[in-house]
């Protein structure tokens, strides 16, 4: 099948979804992200009602963070138009064009813009038409003005409903977006910059909105799949033959997958309980949490993937230094663990599949469903409902699978759910890391040489955003005992621990404060901005003098994917467990131009919030195969109690581009902690959780 | 199998089921109200509140049984006639919601909360709420909500 066929298919079908109208093509170059979909990519991003109903298309996915605000935003302010005009169709296959995964908190700084433009020319479109319609030529309707959707001129009014009704442009419509269609500075906006409460709340908090697992269809049954008690054990054998004889109730294997679909989950759940009873394994030997570190630096590859950035000579840097100092950090496994675990309906008919889950990569979960099931790509649709939580752990389609198979063997939509125990163990890791930093100060007390390396969890924000004349950044790869995969702002939260922890180390070698030792190191302005921003408002300088029994300040920094973020933080620790006490944030953070700062607040202090997880308490154990902490009362996660008194200050830069904002304001409450427990103690903290000295 | 007689938002609802089965269970595959939400399975996380005659459930381990004769209040019947219930409005005008999946058991627990303490302190919206898990972290948000919804229904009263 042609590309040009199934694109007209899907726009026929999409016109009997959404209505009679008119579409605007939205065809400006995709970026690499961008690409991927393939033969199944659409171009279609923007649509008018007759009745002037506004409909803008986007791969993209909402999963809590606020892209379908952000993005009606967009289009709200190009159109002229009162943003509840605005309807957003996100992450459907079928109808949404492929903007690529929603990751690497790229909707801000590649999604967004492709929405203004496309907007912006539909308004220009606008003011074409009702220059011709009040017979004003084609020059003067550029002092036309959009207003509320409707051009008004001579007591006229022509808008966007007026637009879509009229025939003559639909070939216009059709034409790629002009090269050259600009779109509103951000200093003239009108409705981006300022707060705007998110669009989809109301369904929300009426419990109306279906989630992926709240997806129920016609004579729908409940699935649940045969997992390994272990990881690596291979199934020698099982007998599914009791649970086919249960009620209701398909039992597949194909290969080591078994599962099992019944009318209610408590029968699936019994059913597959009698599967499992005859289920015979062979375990393997698998590492411990115990020996994590010293295994991921056995096994380290050097050799593969080698990603080393390099600035002066690192060794001759070291060699030259007054003073060397040497430290290891480490990060353990952490799961994402979003309050909605893995979800997917699957329905067959007539050859096509159609699944709802809660994936953060549409169009590549349809790519790996038409390949599974050996049927061409546009005979799969995948949509995605708002879903509950990802922070980067759903970019899989694990139940979109597992639904599809049952389905397909049971002649019935199939619903699949895992449960928490299977979210815990089968579900991907953020990455551990091991990271060893040897540095050198000069005989000025500056940094002279820095030598970093991350074994295992990643690249991100590796190198130093200081000012130092010879640095090396090396990503050494492992053999990772776990599935790992992303996790919000990747490696960067890690890397960020080790740097700013050791960059407290250098400062107190250096006889320095912390935050001067850093200023004095920074050439990045807006770092510095960030920096002094936060150090301001916490009264860092004042603070550093008063001392408070069992407390201790700390701050760290950073800077990844555009923008920049620092904290400064108290904590009090209690020297029978060990644990510290989160008792104040201030945070600063910058990503350009603010687009919507109400979400902007949200996603800052829930970052904060999800870092203190990791950094205090979270840490996947695992032992013969097993986690032995996959519960929420054994891993425990942030709650209410652990909540700090939060300071958030957001520095709006009109002048520069927007960048995402999901994910760096989670870099730097690790290290402000760690800094901040030596303050109180005086011995350093290396490794996450973070644990003050006991006694 | 037995005849199982609830009282869900308000109306009879008859269910023929297992009497161990978990009212959660019962409520979304049965009476289609797929509000209350499966976290955890074991009430850790209390996505899956609801009110039974005032006072908040883990629906996940209650057994369908032990809800007759109960009050049962899900998120979908705590609305009137298309009015926002006051704990609703403020989560709602604070924006207390991200991904939205844990709401439906943070704004159930709210309303208890404040039935108990209408006016509560910070100490007891954490004590009150904090077997609620939020993976979005977004629970200075929410303490917002709380508190945004005691001063209205404060106004009221």
């Not at chain 1, 997992?227 to 109730?249: F, I, N, Q, W």
């Not at chain 2, 006639?81 to 704004?107: I, N, R, S």
Request: glycine share 10%; with cysteine; net charge positive.
């Amino acid at each position: 099948m042609s590309t040009v066929n199934q694109s007209t298919v899907n726009r026929r079908e999409f016109l009997e979804l959404a209505g009679a109208g008119l579409l605007i093509v939205a065809a400006a170059p995709l970026s690499d992200a961008q690409r991927g979909g393939g033969a199944g990519t659409l171009e279609t991003r923007l649509h008018i009602g007759e009745d002037g109903a506004i409909t803008v298309l986007s791969g993209k996915i909402e999963e809590g963070q606020g892209a379908l605000t952000e993005l009606a935003m967009a289009a709200a302010e190009e159109l002229r138009v009162p943003l509840d005009r605005v309807r957003m169709v996100m992450g459907d296959t079928d109808q949404t064009p492929n903007d690529g995964g929603t990751a690497g908190s790229g909707t801000t700084p590649r999604t967004a813009p492709l929405v203004r433009r496309a907007a912006a020319a539909a308004r220009s479109l606008l003011l074409a038409a009702a220059g011709r319609q009040f017979g004003q030529p084609v020059d003067a309707a550029a002092r036309l003005e959009v207003v509320d959707g409707a051009v008004l001129y001579g007591g006229k009014k022509y808008g966007y409903a007026d637009l879509a009704r009229s025939p003559e442009l639909a070939a216009a419509y059709k034409e790629a977006l002009p090269a050259g269609t600009t779109v509103t500075p951000a200093k003239d906006w009108q409705l981006l910059g300022k707060p705007q409460a998110r669009l989809d709340l109301r369904e929300l908090v009426t419990g109306a909105h279906r989630f992926p697992s709240d997806i129920v269809r016609p004579g729908m049954l409940y699935g649940r799949v045969l997992r390994p008690p272990s990881y690596g054990a291979t199934l020698d054998s099982v007998d599914l033959s009791e649970a086919r004889k249960m009620p209701g109730v398909t039992a597949v294997r194909d290969g080591g997958f078994v599962a099992c679909a019944a009318p209610t989950t408590l029968a699936a759940r019994k059913a597959l309980a009698a599967i499992s009873a005859t289920a015979q394994w062979k375990a393997v030997e698998q590492p411990s949490s115990d020996d994590l570190f010293g295994y991921l630096k056995q096994h380290a590859k050097p050799q593969e993937r080698p990603q080393a950035q390099v600035r002066g000579s690192v060794e001759k840097g070291l060699a030259e230094a007054r003073t060397r100092l040497k430290a290891s950090y480490q990060v353990p496994y952490v799961q994402h663990a979003p309050m909605e675990p893995r979800a997917a309906v699957a329905e067959w008919q007539n050859g096509r599949l159609t699944v709802w889950t809660g994936t953060s990569n549409p169009a590549s979960v349809r790519q790996q469903l038409a390949e599974t099931f050996g049927v061409a790509p546009d005979r799969v649709r995948v949509l995605v409902p708002h879903f509950g939580g990802g922070f980067g752990g759903k970019h899989t389609g694990e139940a979109a699978t597992e639904a599809a198979l049952l389905a397909k063997e049971a002649g019935h939509p199939v619903a699949v759910q895992w449960t928490r125990a299977e979210e815990f163990m089968w579900a991907y890791f953020r990455p551990a890391a091991l990271i060893e930093i040897e540095a050198g100060l000069d005989a000025a007390n500056t940094i002279s040489a820095w030598d970093i390396a991350n074994y295992n969890s990643g690249a991100s924000a590796l190198d130093t955003p200081y000012r130092i004349r010879h640095t090396r950044a090396r990503f050494i790869a492992s053999d990772p005992p776990l599935r790992q995969s992303s996790y919000r702002v990747l490696a960067a939260t890690a890397n960020n621990f080790a740097r700013e922890a050791f960059t407290d180390e250098l400062a107190e070698a250096a006889g320095k404060d912390p935050l001067e030792f850093r200023l004095s190191h920074l050439d990045n302005e807006r770092l510095k901005n960030v920096l002094n921003a936060a150090a301001q408002r916490f009264g860092w300088v004042e603070r550093r003098k008063k001392r408070r029994p069992g407390t201790g300040i700390g701050l760290a920094c950073g800077t990844e994917k555009n923008s920049v973020v620092a904290a400064c933080c108290e904590v009090e620790v209690d020297r029978a467990s060990g644990v510290p006490r989160l008792i104040e944030v201030v945070q600063a953070f910058e990503c350009g131009a603010i687009l919507n700062p109400a979400n902007l607040r949200s996603q800052v202090e829930g970052c904060i919030m999800m870092g203190a997880g990791p950094a205090l308490r979270e840490e996947i154990l695992f032992k013969d195969g097993k986690l032995t902490n996959a519960r929420f009362a054994a891993y425990r996660v942030p709650r209410f109690r652990d909540v700090p008194k939060l300071e958030i200050i957001l520095l709006d830069r009109k002048d520069l581009e927007s960048a995402g904002a999901g994910e760096t304001p989670i870099i730097v409450i690790a290290p402000a902690i760690a800094n901040a427990v030596f303050d109180a103690t005086g011995k350093r903290v290396r490794s996450m959780p973070i644990r003050a000295p006991r006694g | 199998m037995a005849t199982i007689r609830l009282s869900v938002n308000g109306k009879a609802r008859i269910v023929d089921t297992e009497p161990q089965r978990p009212l959660l269970e019962v409520l979304r595959e049965d009476l289609g109200l797929t509000g209350t939400k499966y976290g955890c399975g074991e009430g850790q996380c209390g996505s899956c509140t609801v009110l039974l005659d005032g006072k908040p459930a883990f629906s996940c381990v209650t057994a369908v049984r032990a809800a007759e004769g109960c009050q049962i209040v899900t998120i979908e019947g705590l609305a009137a006639d298309g009015t926002l219930h006051p704990v609703q409005q403020a989560f709602l005008d604070e924006g207390a919601v991200q991904c939205g999946y844990c709401t439906p058991g943070m704004v159930l627990k709210t309303v208890a909360l404040l039935d108990n303490h209408p006016q509560p302190t910070d100490a007891q919206i954490v004590d009150g709420l904090n077997g609620n898990l939020c993976r979005c972290s977004d629970y200075a948000r929410i303490m917002a909500a709380v508190r945004r919804a005691a001063a209205a229904t404060g106004k009221k009263g």
